[in-house]
């Protein structure tokens, strides 16, 4: 709320107060139709507001279900890479069945990719 939201928000309170310590409790007090017009146009404002906090809340909702689907793969990655890593010997051993390894590792990376792993 700038300075002058401010001013013109303080001037309404002020003579809703003076009124009411003529008036009482009364349903109906005289307002400039300038107060009107400002009250309504801030009622809007604050509407357009909530519109758009919605639509960021529902944006931050989509972005931290696609954080957690992609935290997911990254920890499906992690442990096929660790699995492969540790599991499989080095290229010195000589029984190495290269082979049938290379394909266990594709198998490995295929159920991982698709989420099965």
């Given at each position: 709320?700038?300075?002058?939201?401010?001013?013109?928000?303080?001037?309404?309170?002020?003579h809703?107060?003076?009124?009411?310590?003529?008036?009482?409790?009364v349903?109906?007090?005289?307002?400039?139709?300038?107060?009107?017009?400002?009250?309504?146009?801030?009622?809007?404002?604050?509407?357009q507001?909530?519109?758009?906090?919605?639509?960021?809340?529902?944006?931050?909702?989509?972005s931290?279900?696609?954080?957690?689907?992609?935290?997911?793969?990254?920890?499906?990655?992690?442990?096929?890479?660790?699995?492969?890593?540790?599991?499989?010997?080095?290229?010195?051993?000589?029984?190495?069945?290269?082979?049938?390894?290379?394909?266990?590792?594709?198998?490995?990376?295929?159920?991982?990719w698709?989420?099965?792993?």
């Open positions: 709320m700038n300075d002058k939201d401010k001013e013109q928000l303080q001037a309404i309170k002020r809703i107060r003076e009124m009411r310590e003529i008036y009482g409790d349903k109906v007090i005289p307002y400039p139709t300038a107060w009107i017009d400002y009250l309504i146009e801030q009622v809007e404002k604050v509407e507001l909530q519109q758009e906090n919605e639509m960021f809340k529902a944006a931050l909702d989509e931290a279900k696609a954080s957690a689907t992609m935290q997911k793969k990254i920890g499906r990655y992690a442990k096929v890479i660790e699995e492969i890593l540790y599991h499989y010997p080095t290229p010195i051993d000589e029984e190495l069945d290269y082979e049938k390894a290379y394909n266990e590792v594709k198998e490995i990376a295929k159920r991982a698709e989420g099965t792993e």
